[in-house]
């Protein structure tokens, strides 16, 4: 039985993929740093690369720029992918542990925390592939909508629509122990309309 992992690509097909990894790496590199930071950007343009070769009669026959977007398409869904299955979601763990503690580990605080940080992971794991990856660019790598924009190719107005509508079927499905997702600059805008 031949698998993905286990099929073997022909010597024209590596020759092809690795003049396409020298001709196009840095640009999907680079566009996929701005995705998945310096740390897992590499690894997910060498999966994407594998990808390629294995699925070369459907990428080979495309521009350039065609396989260079290929390129970027499947090393973006698997950050995504990845980040579906992080279970870990330290960085964002402490941010609620901070949210909700007032005296240093407070057991009730931080058990009510968690509760919320896993009710918000499955209510953002629910929401329509678009919708979760701006929600968790936003709130889980701390990405500004303008980077977000770029790192999905979708307009900023489209980023500020998917945040909107994640953030009230958050607060509509987790309520008052919604740990983030609150807009920063928005209680910055209403006193200053108000003053």
Request: hydrophobic share 45%.
């Amino acid at each position: 039985m031949t698998t993905e992992h286990t099929r073997r690509i022909s010597a024209d097909v590596a020759d092809a993929v690795t003049g396409l990894y020298r001709t196009a790496y840095r640009d999907v590199l680079r566009s996929t740093t701005v995705l998945a930071g310096a740390a897992d950007a590499p690894d997910l343009v060498q999966y994407a690369f594998q990808k390629a070769a294995l699925k070369w009669a459907e990428v080979g026959s495309r521009s350039l720029d065609g396989q260079k977007a290929w390129l970027r398409t499947v090393a973006r869904n698997r950050f995504i992918d990845d980040l579906r299955r992080d279970v870990h979601f330290d960085e964002l763990h402490f941010q609620v542990c901070e949210h909700y503690t007032i005296a240093p580990h407070n057991p009730a605080d931080v058990t009510v925390a968690r509760a919320a940080l896993e009710r918000c992971w499955a209510v953002i794991s629910a929401m329509p592939r678009s919708q979760r990856a701006v929600a968790v660019l936003a709130w889980r790598e701390g990405l500004a909508p303008a980077e977000i924009s770029r790192s999905l190719g979708i307009s900023p107005a489209t980023v500020r629509v998917h945040l909107h509508k994640a953030r009230l079927r958050l607060g509509a499905e987790v309520g008052e122990h919604l740990p983030f997702a609150q807009p920063a600059a928005e209680g910055t805008a209403q006193k200053r309309r108000a003053s």
